[in-house]
């Protein structure tokens, strides 16, 4: 006696065979798409909500930027803001030596690095 007679034999002594043979049941047929919706929603809350989240944070960060306020771009450049506009800042990252960068490219505060 293999193990798929023996499986079947538990299911018809249980009398849990199904109501009309050969068609299967609302679970069997659609449970792939089940699957395959909750390991959608397991995703939303735990990978793309919470970026979401930090993402609004970091553009709200960048918007509340100020003069005065030093800063690191993703280059690696230090200094201190001189000039805010709408989509770029002028940084001063030496004496008489200011350059022109884009908000977005604005990663960290130098204040909040050196508190941690």
């Known amino acids: 006696m293999n193990l798929y007679t023996f499986l079947l034999?538990?299911?018809?002594?249980?009398g849990m065979t199904q109501a009309t043979a050969?068609?299967?049941s609302f679970f069997q047929q659609y449970s792939f798409l089940i699957l395959m919706i909750l390991i959608f929603v397991v995703m939303y809350f735990f990978m793309i909500r919470p970026q979401q989240k930090k993402q609004k944070e970091i553009v709200k960060w960048r918007?509340?930027?100020?003069?005065g306020d030093k800063i690191v771009t993703v280059g690696g450049i230090y200094g201190t803001i001189d000039e805010v506009k709408?989509?770029?800042l002028i940084v001063e990252i030496d004496n008489n030596v200011k350059i022109r960068v884009d908000k977005s490219s604005v990663v960290k505060d130098i204040t909040d690095a050196q508190r941690k």
């Open 9 to 14: 034999s538990l299911n018809d002594s249980t």
């Open 22 to 24: 050969g068609e299967p």
């Open 63 to 67: 918007e509340s930027l100020q003069k």
């Open 86 to 88: 709408d989509t770029f």
